[in-house]
């Protein structure tokens, strides 16, 4: 049984950082795509960073340069460090794996809330 368990979010006043984490457990960690994605109240859930099987990152314009997305093999974690965060990243936060390049993401976790103070 595959389980995704997200951690880590809190309140942040802006230009504060977070880091957020994501164990996964019941799957090939090492040969599955990782992303993260959030839903702020009242829009639709966008993709935020993804990491592919070789460890390349991806970003969204919105996050480049102030995001990082890592994965930690041993500990079949990937994470996801926030740094200069806006009121606009406030949202709850989901991680999901993809296990065949090109497919839909195939399992999500419950999801870290996030929210950024002005």
């Known amino acids: 049984q595959v389980q995704l368990r997200e951690s880590g979010g809190g309140l942040v006043q802006a230009g504060g950082s977070l880091r957020l984490s994501c164990a996964a457990s019941?799957?090939?960690?090492?040969?599955?795509?990782m992303g993260w994605f959030r839903q702020a109240p009242g829009k639709d859930r966008e993709f935020v960073a993804g990491i592919a099987s070789n460890g390349t990152p991806r970003y969204a314009d919105s996050v480049k340069g102030r995001f990082t997305i890592t994965r930690d093999r041993p500990r079949n974690t990937i994470f996801l460090q926030m740094s200069g965060l806006k009121p606009e990243d406030t949202a709850v936060y989901y991680c999901?794996?993809?296990?065949?390049?090109?497919?839909?993401?195939?399992?999500w976790g419950q999801g870290t809330q996030v929210t950024v103070s002005s």
């Open positions: 999901a794996d993809r296990r065949v390049p090109g497919a839909d993401w195939a399992s």
């Open positions: 019941g799957m090939p960690f090492s040969s599955v795509a």
